[in-house]
Nanobody
């Protein structure tokens, strides 16, 4: 079992930056592919970013490419999401997730095995 706990969310203004953290306990994150998803009110959960367990290849949704950066620190058992140039449409609950099955696909939430409880990010004009 892996327990994931997100932190770092908050209320910011458009153009500001935030860094989300997701700390894991129970097992080392080094053997997991990691992802960030978000869900806005009334919308489905959507993919934001992912990073693979071995090579550290990263993937991003088009809507955040160039503004967000995912990274991992296996020694700290933590994955991060650096968010720059935030926009009101980035407002959502952000979730981190971990998966390592052979069916894992970076953009498909059903292929992740463990999820955090989420952290709220609100971007005002």
């Amino acid at each position: 079992q892996v327990q994931l706990v997100e932190s770092g969310g908050g209320l910011v203004q458009a153009g500001d930056s935030l860094r989300l953290s997701c700390a894991a306990s129970g097992r080392t994150l080094g053997s997991y592919n990691l992802g960030w998803f978000r869900q806005a009110p009334g919308k489905e959960r959507e993919f934001v970013a992912a990073i693979t367990r071995s090579v550290g290849t990263t993937y991003y949704a088009d809507s955040v490419k160039g503004r967000f950066t995912i990274s991992r620190d296996n020694a700290k058992n933590t994955v991060y999401l650096r968010m720059n140039s935030l926009k009101p449409e980035d407002t959502a609950v952000y979730y981190c997730a971990a998966g390592r099955s052979v069916r894992w696909n970076w953009g498909t939430p059903e292929t992740y095995d463990y999820w955090g409880q989420g952290t709220q990010v609100t971007v005002s004009l």
